[in-house]
């Protein structure tokens, strides 16, 4: 009877033991996973690629569909902070508030229909990004030799607008970089960093709410879990969206982008030597 005690406390004990770290391997796994999508998303790196890349080199447990609309839905709300009151303004300015939505309308087209026939996941595997990460990010480089400095408020027109939205489409494809894309868009358009920066801010909110929408449509016939870290998932993405936003800002404000040239290449040769030796 009592040597039953002990393995009943014993078996009890592991269980608690076994559950206690899952738990903070899942939480451990969520913050890892928030820093990618927070910093790669607003940054011209690609958070689609290098969540991919993480998926492919870890073995992670927790990745599912909650976990994809909390972190979207984490830097959706870091940006509309962020940016409330140029918000704002758009909001009154009619012109660039309709500007905002045809540049996004392009995506939102190709982007559907991409998602709803599956044919995205054509393209999630390492030799594309390898390459795209390499093509995008040499069209980057180039792109910021722009000298010209046109303004948004001054300079953004539906020409400029629907150019940039139509580059924006190739962010579909995973390693591109939408925020890449539209930075380097806007500034073959010789538009400066900042602004580049702030056009690429303002489209991705069109984009969030879109993949956000789309992961709401996947599980409304499903029980929707809206546990704890699902909230800290959502927090997490919100607070390293916010801190990137903010310091990309200052960065673009001073520098070039060169480092972020420098390290898609670096990180195109890795995947490179891994996919073709």
């Known amino acids: 009877m009592f040597g039953m005690q002990i393995c009943n406390a014993l078996f009890w004990m592991h269980f608690y033991y076994e559950l206690t770290h899952l738990m903070i391997s899942n939480y451990i796994e969520t913050l ?3 820093a990618v999508q927070g910093i790669s998303e607003f940054v011209p790196v690609s958070s689609s690629a290098h969540l991919i890349i993480i998926s492919k080199i870890s073995e992670f447990n927790i990745g599912n569909l909650h976990l994809d609309i909390s972190l979207h839905l984490g830097s959706l709300m870091a940006i509309i902070l962020f940016f ?3 918000l704002m303004d758009i909001v009154n300015n009619k012109n660039i508030f309709l500007l905002i ?3 996004s309308i392009p995506l939102v087209i190709i982007g559907y229909i991409f998602y709803s026939t599956n044919l995205i996941d054509q393209f999630r595997n390492l030799k594309v990004i390898a390459w795209t990460t390499f093509v995008f990010g040499i069209l980057l480089y180039f792109a910021d030799k722009v000298e010209l400095k046109k303004k948004i408020s001054y300079d953004l ?8 939205g139509l580059f924006q489409i190739f962010a579909i494809i995973p390693g591109v970089s939408r925020s890449g894309i539209v930075i380097t868009a806007s500034r073959f358009l010789k538009f400066d960093r900042v602004e580049s920066s702030k056009i690429a801010f303002f489209l991705s909110i069109p984009a969030l709410a879109g993949a956000s929408f789309l992961g709401v449509k996947d599980i409304l016939d499903h029980q929707f879990n809206f546990d704890s870290i699902f909230i800290f998932s959502t927090l997490s993405s919100f607070v390293f969206s916010y801190v990137t936003i903010k310091y990309f800002l200052i960065y673009v ?8 040239v420098i390290y898609r290449i670096i990180l195109s040769l890795i995947l490179f030597s891994i996919v073709y030796l």
């Open 253 to 260: 404000k001073m520098f070039s982008l060169n480092f972020f």
């Open 32 to 34: 890892i996973l928030s």
């Open 157 to 164: 027109n539906i020409k400029s607008i629907i150019i940039i």
């Open 101 to 103: 939505i045809f540049g």
């Open 84 to 86: 409330r009151k140029e």
